[in-house]
């Protein structure tokens, strides 16, 4: 080993010291906590309010919490609130939507991660032209095609069916998730298909053995993306359904606008928080699983 | 016919760019052939023709006098081996060696067999249960081999295989596929860009530029023979020594130095035609010391730099107005602005008419 000479160092050494309370730190975290509150407190105003009675919210403080507990608000929102003749609240919409959602979200991703695979994977004749004519789809506004839609569904005899909405949910996540599967799939190692290839495997074979199992990063991506898209969805809802199965959105845009009687505020804001619910909760289990796929996608080291 | 892979007037087109025009190359059964040229030269898309991994635009592949021009890879009796390893990483590394076998449909027993003779050849039985994430450069590389051996086919296809690899491994690596070519004694096609992985490796070696082979033959040949300017520079480090002058009367002219072509082998046996034309010489061929007197033809240079790199040592220098290298011994002692005597012999050097290129 060689001798190194150690001796006292004098001025700036080791890690830099860093002041919290700068003036710098004191603005930025200021502006940061102010819009923080400005986006939490209508949540905080919802969650309040949907716990207190009537008499209570008719006091008029609005940010005061609740001072007697109520859960009534959210059983009346769920199974009791009239949604013009009806009385069932929104379970009704929660399991139309339920039955939308479900079959929409799989029956999209199913079709658009083929078509993304294979227009990355087997270039096909016209493969472009087939891409940019789908891309180009994503952007004719929706209200050109509301009118012909419902022509089409009725010749088919799906108009104000379930499967009606469902057909036209897969159809409208076509261009997106196309592009989104496409590009996913462009960025993994082309040597691995050619292996794959030479090893036999087919289209399917590759597809599903090969190509699915290291995607769950972007499957999980387009689950987001569907199922906040297809459950948030109002305009095709009211549009292409029948009363009888209206989603939960357009339950709760009822219950809200209903206008006999008094404004249930509380049962309002329950309704509203429990149609949020879904998509809150796709969000944070699937955000972990989100991080997890991408630590598991590891192809080089 | 003896050979095992045969590519006939093979042409490949990407719209209006040819990337491979009219190849024609024979390939015998056991031979180990090597496409080396400097990237887009169209080795690698040479290579996925033959797999079958890329449509031609005409022309016809043969393996073991099979016309396969229009077989899907598997069906060629090929295995390949990537740059990039291609190992499927969600599977372990008994199931990437099974993967294919499995899509062939063979029985469980037989591939079972299979899997064990192939990692007892590599060397990979303790890794079977683990994934490639697990695993070194090395060891993934080996694996990838392994896919290739378990198919059991007659042509091997290597892809740069050791690029990804650093220094030392690849040399570790190249000595094992050479190796194991003993041992199987199938064919292999190899690709690189690297000239010491060629030279080490094959039987023969196809130097190829803009998508067509610029010669063909054996390391030997490629080095003592180029056939011409661009195969001349591209083989060997540091590169050759080039010297542009004019022959006459069996003399090559460069500036005011004459070097006599007595022991010059030329390629046409009518011997010298007058004419402008490049010296080759390469830095190893120039002597030095001692062995100086017994060259044919001897010059004074001045030493502008020294490079050791610790076995040899090389010394830049001028002859003629041209930029001039020659290796030493590494223990040799020389310094900057020294005179240096140097002597070089024309049967080692190669001619180059100046405008084809071609050698003389």
Redesign the interface.
Known sequence: MIDTTSSALTGPQGPKPRKVFSRRNIFLYGTLILIMIYYALPLYVMIVTSLKGMPEIRLGNVFSPPLEVTFEPWVKAWSQACTGLTCNGLSTGFWNSVQITIPSVFLSIAIASVNGYALANWKFKGADAFFTILIFGAFIPYQVMLYPIVIMLREIGLYGSLGGLVLVHTIFGMPILTLLFRNYFSSL?E??F????????GFW?IYF??MV??SLPIFTVAVILQVTGIWNDFLFGVIYTSPDNYPMTVSLNNIVNSTQGVKEYNVNMAATIITGLVPLTIYFVSGRLFVRGIAA????? | MNNSVEIKNLDLRFGAVKVLQNLNLEIGKGEFLVLLGSSGCGKSTLLNCIAGLLDVSGGQIHINDRNVTWAEPSDRGIGMVFQSYALYPQMTVEGNLSFGLKNAKLPKLEIAKRIKHASEVLQIEPLLKRKPAALSGGQRQRVAIGRALVRDVDVFLFDEPLSNLDAKLRGDLRVEIKRLHHKLQNTMIYVTHDQIEAMTLADRIAIMRDGQIMQLGSPDEIYGRPVNKYVADFIGSPSMNFLEGTIKDGVFIVGDLLIPLTDYEFADSTGAVDGSAILGIRPEHVVTGELVANAPFQVDVEIILIEPTGSDTLVDCEVAGHHFRVRMDGQSRVSVGEKLRIGLSPSKASLFDLKSELRL
């Open positions: 190692p040597e691995l050619k292996a794959a290839r030479v090893d036999g495997a074979g053995r090969i199992p290291m996608g590891a192809v080089k080291g």
